[in-house]
């Protein structure tokens, strides 16, 4: 019988223990992540199998994050937490635009990895009519229950596809026809910009902004005047700006 704790952090739901976790990956249970111990060995392999032929991320780590996640209980080596929201394809989003009639308005996130920001991020989406969220496997915060309960359950409505590589993803969003806007400081002023055709949204990491080829792969840059002593806002605060910028051009 899986072991569900409630209680830990944002009340993410835990799958502890290696049977409990290995059952849920037969079952194919909605799992966002499975934390797996550094020492290996036993089942451990055969998880860390199924999980990859389900596209599900393992993360290895020590022993004391996992007795710290399960709170004390019999982890066995491995703790999976479940997902919040299914994953779904670029072109689901791709086709989203295509059923509306409008053109196309997604947000990709590079390596956005507090989950208060991600949720804050789809929330804003989900009130500015974005088709949806694209975020990286790895570096990247995930659909868990912090990013519902952040998101005020916006991540239950807006699509969310996880890509292996940002980069090349924006390049086939480029051979769909979608314009891609980067933020960077160096860009031009975002009021200056028409953003009323198909629109993909980049919002850069919180410390370090976006990575440098996707960077170069932007087709614009896209900047915030900023007239006080503080150089960068909150990623989910930009992102808000430029959602909004992009509705208000489109009316």
Same mark, same amino acid.
């Given at each position: ?65 996992? +007795?710290?996640?399960?709170?004390? &209980? #019999?982890?066995?080596? /491995?703790?999976?937490?479940? @997902? ?5 394809? !670029? ?99 975002? +009021?200056?910009?028409?953003?009323? &055709? #198909?629109?993909?949204? /980049?919002?850069?990491?919180? @410390? ?5 080829? !996707? ?37």
């Amino acid at each position: 019988m899986a072991y569900y704790n409630d209680n830990f952090k944002e009340e993410k739901s835990l799958i502890i223990g290696r049977n409990p976790v290995i059952e849920a990956l037969k079952a194919k249970k909605n799992i966002d992540t499975i934390y797996v111990s550094k020492e290996g060995g036993g089942s451990i392999g055969l998880i860390c199998k199924m999980a990859k032929e389900q596209g599900i991320v393992v993360k290895n780590v020590d022993d004391k994050k996992l +007795s710290q996640m399960s709170e004390g &209980g #019999a982890h066995q080596g /491995v703790v999976a937490i479940g @997902g919040v929201a299914e994953y779904v394809s !670029v072109d689901d989003i791709l086709n989203i635009s295509k059923e509306k009639g409008t053109p196309p308005f997604i947000i990709v996130c590079d390596d956005i990895e507090d989950p208060h920001n991600l949720g804050a991020i789809i929330r804003t989406c989900e009130a500015g009519g974005a088709d949806g969220v694209i975020i990286p496997k790895r570096h990247s915060a995930t659909l868990n229950f912090t990013v519902n309960k952040t998101s005020a359950g916006a991540a239950s409505w807006v699509p969310v596809a996880r890509v292996p590589n940002i980069a090349s993803t924006i390049d086939y969003l480029k051979e769909n026809g979608v314009w891609v806007y980067g933020t960077d400081a160096a860009g031009e002023d975002y +009021s200056t910009v028409d953003m009323k &055709g #198909a629109v993909a949204l /980049v919002i850069g990491s919180e @410390g370090k902004g976006m990575s440098r080829l !996707v960077r170069e792969k932007c087709d614009y840059l896209l900047s915030l005047k900023m007239k006080g002593k503080v150089t960068s806002l909150n990623a989910s605060v930009a992102a808000g700006i430029f959602i909004y910028e992009v509705v208000r051009q489109r009316g």
